[in-house]
């Protein structure tokens, strides 16, 4: 059963430092990994969703990297301000589960003005 | 990219009642995804719901607790049973879309039961 791990699960930094999040699977067959990021109370908003082939995706001040054989995917942000301040989700689409998503617990991120 | 609502966008209820959930997407689908986020807590789906077939549901949920409709490829309902505090959580439903299969997600409607 695929097991979608977030560390750390909270993570506070100053303005202008660039963000790391962390994503580990236990379960290498994947279609595609995807980050999420979800304000207090809201819906998800897709940020970037990376392909098994692929190693990167970027969007402007986002990258996310995708080491499928070691089972990990990092986001990274740029020059962090306060409006980056949310909840942050990866999910992966593991091949035996069709179109289902398995979600990590999620990192919980304050950016300081 | 793909455009869903959800209403109510929120929800206070009373123990023993049932509340629906209406959930429309902006371009036809196949397949709808309902999920349960407990306070604290990450995404867990709930099932998944098919036009013309009755909804797959995962482990931990039952139809006759969460009955589904999905009567058309842009709509589907989703409905909460019977509810306790217990069943105090946002409600998401998701299509995925595009050769990517990128998933996209509703603003969500979240329900308190007293």
């Known amino acids: 059963k695929q097991e979608v791990t977030q560390i750390p699960a909270a993570l506070s930094v100053p303005e202008g430092e660039n963000l790391v999040l962390n994503c580990s699977f236990t379960d290498s067959a994947i279609y595609n990994l995807q980050w999420f990021r979800q304000d207090p109370g809201k819906g998800l908003t897709s940020l970037l969703l990376i392909q098994s082939s692929q190693r990167e995706q970027t969007s402007g001040r986002l990258n996310a990297s995708l080491d499928k054989s070691s089972g990990r995917s990092t986001l990274y942000i740029a020059a962090s301000q306060p409006g980056d301040s949310a909840t942050y989700l990866c999910?992966?689409?593991?091949?035996?589960?069709?179109?289902?998503?398995?979600f990590g617990g999620g990192t919980r991120v304050l950016v300081k003005p | 990219s793909a455009v869903i609502s959800q209403k109510p966008s929120r929800d206070i209820c009373q123990r023993g009642t049932s509340l629906t959930i209406q959930c429309q997407v902006d371009?036809?689908?196949?397949?709808m995804f309902w999920y349960r986020q407990q306070p604290g807590q990450s995404l867990t789906l709930i099932a998944t719901?098919?036009?013309?077939?009755?909804?797959?549901?995962e482990s931990g949920f039952v139809i006759d607790k969460f009955p589904i409709s999905r009567p058309n490829l842009t709509f589907s309902t989703l409905t909460v049973s019977n509810m306790s505090p217990e069943d105090s959580s946002i409600y998401l439903c998701?299509?995925?879309?595009?050769?990517?299969?990128?998933?996209?997600f509703g603003p969500g409607t979240r329900l308190t039961v007293l």
């Open positions: 371009s036809q689908v196949t397949m």
């Open positions: 998701s299509v995925g879309v595009g050769g990517t299969d990128t998933q996209y």
């Open positions: 999910a992966v689409r593991p091949v035996a589960a069709g179109n289902k998503l398995t």
């Open positions: 719901a098919n036009q013309g077939s009755e909804a797959t549901y």
